[in-house]
C-alpha cells in the first residue's frame, strides 16, 4: 500500500489558499483505493515562531474542526496532532546524527525566515526540514504533496533517507515521491497577486479565512486589488496582470471550470461585476464548511476525541518503524 502523509501548521485559521492548493486534494485522495493518507497538525513545527501557549491549543482545535469541515474523514484517513506522537521528536534526533550541516544551512525557508540573523536563530528554524523528514519517514511515506515551497525540503528528505540506508548497509527507509496533484491551485494575495497568499501577511484583507463570514468575504472581494481594463476574453490577456489572473484562477477552482470557460462567461466585463459572482460562488463554497466547523468548535471534547484516536493510530505505525531504526543504529531498546 502507497501512503501519503502531509501535514499543516496550526499557526492561524486556515485560509483559502491553504485549502485550494493542498486541503481540498487531502479529501479527494482519501476518496481513493491507492493510498493510505495520514494527515497531521504539525504543532511541533509551529514551535519554530513563538507562541502563545493557551492560543496554540485553541489552534491546534480550531484547525482540527476545520479539517473535518471540508471532508476529512477520521474513518478513512489518520488525522492526529504532531506532539501526540514523541516518535517524530526521537526520530529526527536520529536524523540529525546523519545530516551535514550544510544540508540544512542551504535551506530557502531558513535562510529566508533568518535573514541575517542567522547566528541568533533558534536551533529548531534550522533543524525544521529534520524534523520534516522524520513525520513522513516514521510512518515510511512513500508520497508527500507538495506545492513549490515544499520541493527542496521533500528533496532533503529523501537525501536524509538514503544517508540512513548507505551509512548502514540497509534498504530501510523509503524514497518519498512528491504528489503533484494537477487540481491545486497557487493562491494569491488579494492586495498583491505577485505574492502568495499568507497567514503571515500583516493585512487580513489579502486572504479569505475559512472562518470568515459571507459578509466579510464579500467585503475582502470589494477591496481585492484589481486593475482598470475589463476582463480579457482569453486567457493569454491575463499576462502581466497578476490580480486578475488570481481572481479568476479562485473563481475557477471554486466553481469548477478552468480558466478558458471563466473568461468565455465573464470577458469583457467590468470588475465590479466579476467581483459579485466570485462572492456568490465563494459564500456558497465556504459558508457551509465554516459552519459545520462553528459547530464542531462548540463540542472541543468531540475534537480532541477525534486527535485522541489518531494519534493511537499513527502510533501504532510509528512504533515498529521506531523500534527498527534503533536496532538498525545500535541502540537498546527497553
Known amino acids: 500500500m502507497k501512503r501519503i502523509f502531509s501535514g499543516i501548521q496550526p499557526t492561524h485559521n486556515m485560509h483559502l489558499g491553504n485549502y485550494l492548493g493542498a486541503v481540498r486534494n487531502w479529501v479527494a485522495l482519501q476518496d481513493g483505493a491507492e493510498f493510505e493518507t495520514i494527515y497531521c497538525v504539525v504543532d511541533l513545527h509551529a514551535l519554530t515562531q513563538p507562541q502563545d501557549p493557551v492560543e496554540l491549543r485553541a489552534h491546534i482545535r480550531e484547525l482540527t474542526a476545520t479539517l473535518l469541515a471540508v471532508g476529512i474523514d477520521p474513518e478513512r484517513s489518520i488525522l492526529f496532532a504532531q506532539s501526540q506522537v514523541p516518535g517524530h521528536s526521537e526520530l529526527a534526533w536520529l536524523f540529525s546524527c546523519v545530516t551535514p550541516l550544510g544540508w540544512l544551512r542551504r535551506m530557502t525557508q531558513f535562510k529566508d525566515k533568518a535573514g541575517k540573523q542567522q547566528d541568533t536563530a533558534m536551533h529548531g528554524l534550522l533543524a525544521y526540514p529534520v524534523l520534516m523528514a522524520a513525520d513522513i519517514l516514521l510512518y515510511k511515506g512513500t508520497h508527500v504533496p507538495v506545492g513549490e515551497d515544499q520541493k527542496q525540503h521533500l528533496e532533503l528528505t529523501r537525501d536524509i533517507a538514503q544517508s540512513f540506508n548507505q551509512r548502514y548497509g540497509v534498504d530501510f527507509f523509503p524514497l518519498p515521491e512528491p504528489q503533484i496533484l494537477g487540481s491545486a491551485t497557487r493562491v494569491m494575495s488579494l492586495r498583491d497577486g505577485s505574492k502568495k497568499m499568507s497567514k503571515s501577511d ?125 536496532d538498525i543504529m545500535g541502540l537498546l531498546r527497553p
Do not use: W
Not at 232 to 254: D, M, Q
Not at 270 to 298: H, Q, W, Y
Open 202 to 326: 500583516e493585512s487580513d484583507y489579502s486572504r479569505i479565512n475559512m472562518t470568515d463570514d459571507a459578509d466579510t468575504i464579500a467585503l475582502k472581494f470589494r477591496r481585492a486589488k484589481t486593475d482598470p481594463e475589463p476582463l480579457p476574453t482569453e486567457a493569454a490577456g491575463l499576462a502581466s496582470r497578476p490580480e486578475a489572473e488570481n481572481l479568476v484562477a479562485i473563481y475557477g477552482a471554486l466553481a469548477g471550470k478552468d480558466v478558458g470557460a471563466v473568461l468565455a462567461e465573464f470577458g469583457g466585463a467590468p470588475f465590479s461585476t466579476f467581483k459579485g459572482a466570485l462572492t456568490d460562488v465563494a459564500v456558497a463554497v465556504l459558508a457551509p464548511i465554516g459552519g459545520e466547523m462553528r459547530r464542531l468548535m462548540a463540542d472541543p471534547g468531540h475534537v480532541d476525541a477525534v486527535l485522541r484516536r489518531g494519534g493511537e493510530k499513527a502510533a501504532a505505525i510509528a512504533a515498529p518503524v521506531l523500534a527498527e531504526t534503533q
